[in-house]
């Protein structure tokens, strides 16, 4: 099964856990799925756990995930148990970016999904521990913070996603305003 934001919503309804969804890139658009079927990773590091939901999107398309966060939340145990993930995610909590540096040097991924602290000097921080991976994408490009580093470092929009990367992304982007029900605000319609 390709796990996207119906097989999720569905889960988290049926067992009272709808609350999970806060601040989670998963949402109606699908377009975390959409982007990693598109860009294919193999092996993912992300920045920004949370309950899980973006790990558990990644971690069904791709071998492996190695997720770090700040906060430890046990609410992820419960979406990677339930969707049989828990073999192929490597979830660790560091006190702050300078321990989590040091565990990204010691592992290899081909892919970054970036989505802590989103404000510029934090998201740009996070950026310069990895920028020398070919493929990374940001979440919440929307937000000023990410919008000015991904405009520093000429990346490129994908929905409400930018792409940083050596792949070509397909370029028809669609801009369009959507009352949407995360609040995300300026929603980039693609069409992949
Ligand atoms: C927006 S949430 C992540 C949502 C998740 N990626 C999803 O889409 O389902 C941001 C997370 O980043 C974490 N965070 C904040 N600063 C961080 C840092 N410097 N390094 C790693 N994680 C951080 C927070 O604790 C929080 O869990």
Redesign the pocket.
């Known amino acids: 099964m390709i796990l996207g934001y119906k097989e999720i919503n569905n889960f988290l309804k049926e067992n009272n856990l709808i609350d999970y969804k806060h ?4 949402n109606i658009y699908d377009n975390l799925k959409k982007a990693v079927e598109y860009l294919k990773p193999e092996i993912v590091l ?9 790990t558990a999107i990644l971690a069904n398309l791709c071998s492996f995930v190695f997720t ?4 430890y ?1 046990p609410e992820t145990q419960v979406v990677w148990d339930h969707f049989n993930l828990l073999d192929k995610i490597n979830y660790s909590i560091f006190k702050d ?1 300078e321990e ?1 540096g040091k565990f990204i040097k010691k592992i290899q991924y081909d892919f970054v999904y970036i ?3 989103h404000k510029y000097e ?1 998201v740009k921080a ?1 950026y310069e521990m990895v920028k020398d991976c070919n493929s990374i994408l940001f ?1 919440d490009y929307h937000l000023d913070g990410v919008r000015q580093l991904i405009n520093e470092i000429d990346g490129q929009p994908l929905a409400e996603f930018a792409y940083k990367g050596t792949q070509q992304v397909k370029g028809h982007y669609k801009m369009e305003w959507k009352t949407d029900p995360l609040f995300l605000g300026k929603v980039l319609e693609n069409n992949y």
């Not at 601040?23 to 998963?26: I, K, N, Q, T, Y």
């Not at 992300?46 to 973006?54: P, V």
């Not at 770090?68 to 906060?71: E, F």
């Open positions: 601040h989670s890139a998963v992300e920045i920004g756990t949370f309950n899980g939901l973006s770090v966060d700040i906060a939340r970016r989590i989505d802590a602290n934090e996070d979440h």
